[in-house]
C-alpha cells in the first residue's frame, strides 16, 4: 500500500473516504429505511449496488469524465436536479408508510440496477471521486504522480469498502430498531423523520 500511497496520503484518503461515506446522505437513508420497514436481508441489493455505483464513478472520473462536469454547469446542474427530484419523490412515498412491509425495495423501484443507476443522480458521490481524483489519482505529494493507474486501482478499493461498510452499518442500525418500530405509530413518526432527512438532503445537494 504504501508504494502506492504514502503514509500521509494512504491517512488522509482514510480520513476523506470514511466521512463522505459514513456522514448521513441519500444512500445511508435509503438504506435505514428499508432495513426498518423490512429486515435487513432487503437491503442487500442496494448495499451491493452502491459500491458498484462509486466504483464506475470513480472510473469515470479516472478516464476524465469527472473534469467534463466540473466544467459544464448545466449538465452538473441536471444531474443535481434529477437526484434532487428522486430523492424528493422517494421521501413521499416514505410518508406514506404506516405499517411494516408496507415498504419494499419494488415499491421504491430500489433493486440492483436501478441502485447502481442512483449513484449517477448522486452529486456528492460525483464530488467524492472528483476530489480523489484530483488529489490522490493525478497528485502525488503535490507532484504529477507517476503511478495513476496503481492509485486509481486501490483507491476504487478504499471507496468501494467505505460504501459497502457504511451502508451495512446504517441497515444494521434500521434492523436493530424494527422490533421497537413495529409498536403503535412509533414506525410511522420513524418514516416522517426519515423522509424529513431525505428531503433534506435533497435540497442540500441543489446548495453543493
Not at 96 to 122: C, D, M
Not at 192 to 200: C, G, N, P, R, S
Amino acid at each position: 500500500m504504501l508504494s502506492v500511497f504514502s503514509l500521509n496520503e494512504l491517512i488522509a484518503l482514510l480520513i476523506f473516504s470514511a466521512a463522505m461515506s459514513f456522514s448521513p446522505g441519500p444512500n445511508t437513508m435509503l438504506t435505514t429505511a428499508i432495513a426498518s420497514n423490512e429486515g435487513i436481508g432487503k437491503t442487500i441489493p442496494f448495499t451491493l449496488a452502491v459500491p458498484v455505483g462509486w466504483l464506475l464513478i470513480m472510473l469515470s472520473c479516472g478516464l476524465g469524465i469527472g473534469a467534463m462536469i466540473t466544467e459544464m454547469p448545466s449538465l452538473r446542474l441536471s444531474i443535481k436536479l434529477l437526484g434532487c427530484a428522486y430523492l424528493i419523490w422517494l421521501s413521499y412515498k416514505l410518508c406514506r408508510t404506516k405499517q411494516l412491509h408496507e415498504v419494499n425495495s419494488a415499491k421504491l423501484n430500489i433493486n440492483f440496477p436501478k441502485g447502481v443507476l442512483l449513484q449517477f443522480l448522486n452529486i456528492k458521490v460525483w464530488l467524492l471521486a472528483i476530489t480523489i481524483t484530483g488529489t490522490w489519482i493525478i497528485d502525488a505529494d503535490g507532484q504529477p504522480s507517476t503511478n495513476p493507474n496503481e492509485r486509481l486501482a486501490f483507491a476504487c478499493a478504499v471507496v468501494m469498502f467505505m460504501a459497502f461498510t457504511s451502508n451495512m452499518t446504517y441497515a444494521l442500525a434500521g434492523a436493530l430498531f424494527r422490533t421497537w418500530l413495529g409498536s403503535g405509530n412509533r414506525l410511522a413518526i420513524f418514516n416522517y423523520f426519515l423522509a424529513f432527512l431525505l428531503f433534506a438532503t435533497a435540497i442540500w445537494t441543489l446548495c453543493i
